[in-house]
């Protein structure tokens, strides 16, 4: 992405100010929500509300609807992702949260889960090198240290 404001943003996570590496946050995963303006994002809330509901297989003909419609719209395949991992389909997260990744390699969200399906698969090595990507773009995040040290603690 060579966008200056999320270049910008990118920068704030690496701020040693909580404040503003959570206003960071806050705005760049309402640019990823909002890629594909009001449709995409009520599209994902439907999803969400079916999720939040227990109703997997309506959340997912939704999602998987939404992708194969606007098959460039990050955030549906990281939600997705979300739906399968919360599922215990750990492979199929990670492909969804490996293409998240491959159309927006600053996706630290994408990436953290990439590290969560390594870590659930037992493949801790992969996991580990998943964490640290996203650190690189979200040093501060302290679930990803946790989750980084955690599985090297496994793999000795």
């Not at 939704?62 to 215990?88: G, H």
């Amino acid at each position: 992405m060579n966008n200056a404001p999320i270049n910008a943003l990118l920068e704030d996570l690496k701020n040693p100010d909580e404040g503003i590496r959570e206003k960071a946050t806050v705005e760049l995963w309402r640019i990823w929500f909002h890629q594909k303006g009001a449709y995409g994002l009520e599209l994902i809330e439907q999803s969400q509300i079916h999720l939040e509901a227990g109703e997997f297989i309506k959340a997912e003909a939704v999602l998987t609807e939404l992708i194969q419609d606007q098959p460039d719209f990050v955030e549906a395949w990281n939600r997705r992702a979300v739906l399968y991992y919360l599922t215990e389909r750990y492979r199929k997260s990670l492909k969804d949260c490996q293409q998240a990744a491959e159309l927006n390699p600053v996706h630290f969200g994408a990436l953290h889960g990439i590290g969560l399906c390594h870590a659930a698969l037992g493949e801790y090595a992969e996991a580990i090198y998943a964490f640290r990507r996203a650190l690189e773009i979200q040093p501060h995040a302290l679930i990803n240290q946790r989750l980084l040290l955690e599985c090297t603690t496994r793999l000795s």
